[in-house]
């Protein structure tokens, strides 16, 4: 009996411990995000004149680079059951928290891309989500009906927008979990600049995150 309440006791006392030192057993998806991996920042469903220049953007918010080999960027139909690669990132591939990443289909200007991807995703709702090698959900960014966003389905931009996430007002990506929340449409087709451009730049109120002005 004297060696059941030892082991009952210690059992207690490790798991207070792994909550007090916060584990990460029930963390949401934006509290890992946040804390040293990889967001979805930007994203275009098409030109105004060409529906097939589309374009995802990638951040990494970690501080360090972050290799990514393996990743895949996925899409969903709004209502849709079932996922699509639009791209898979390919060995040796990795993100520094200064120039992000660009994912973009051959319609949009190629030369400024870092990767293509297919093209696809429909401007009036849908879902992108950014799954690491290991198939581990790592970002998740819902639009105008999608059913299945993270928290609210952020706003559906028309040809020629940009749907942004919003900065902090120094720079820093805000990821609130909240789809809606986290992202704002923008009237110019452009993904986000280097951080050092974003510094200072940014606001939570929807304001253009894309430029330092």
Known sequence: MKRTGHFRYFTITLLALCLILGFGFFQ???????GGRVLIVSLQT????NAGAEFVQLADVSGAPVDISGW???YKSATGTSWTTKASLGAGTSIDAVNGL???TTEYVT???HQTMSSG??????HVQLLDAGGNLMDLLGWGSAAAPEGTAAAAPAGGETLARKTD????????GNNAADFAILGDS?????????????????TNPMTAD
């Open 28 to 34: 949401p998806l934006s509290a890992i995000a946040a």
């Open 46 to 49: 098409g030109s105004a004149d």
């Open 72 to 74: 895949k960027l996925q």
């Open 102 to 104: 660009l994912l973009a």
């Open 111 to 113: 030369n400024e891309a």
């Open 121 to 126: 995703l429909a401007a009036t709702g849908g």
């Open 169 to 176: 007002g120094t720079g820093n990506y805000i990821d609130t």
């Open 190 to 206: 452009a993904p986000a600049p280097a951080i050092s451009e974003r510094a200072g730049g940014a606001a939570a109120d929807g």
